[in-house]
């Protein structure tokens, strides 16, 4: 399961409203993915989703709703991500979504990857 702060769902539905006004389309949800990526070797990936959830239930997605935010995780992904909860922090000047992912052992020093 994947879960969000209350501060990451007014951001990801702020923005999944603007999208619905421009695409006009009722499918739209928060993709999570993990890639290879960096120094450590996996890296968090969050993009748009329009695909309907029938289509994504077909081809083995796991969704989840919390704080009225459609979360959609391939399965392979689900492995890495399963548990973690996003947020959203505004540290100064610098803000954007972090992950806190009880199955991360460790980070990059850059913060880029993490490992399992």
Known sequence: MITVTDTAAKKIL??????????????????????????????YVMEEETKSSVICRGLGDSIFHDKMVPIIVDPKSLAFVDGTEIDYKVEGLNEGFEFNNPQEKGKCGCGESFRV
């Open 14 to 43: 702020s923005y999944l409203d603007k999208r619905e006004g421009e695409l006009g389309s009722e499918g739209l949800g928060l993709r999570i993915r993990v890639k290879a990526t960096g120094c450590t070797g996996f890296g």
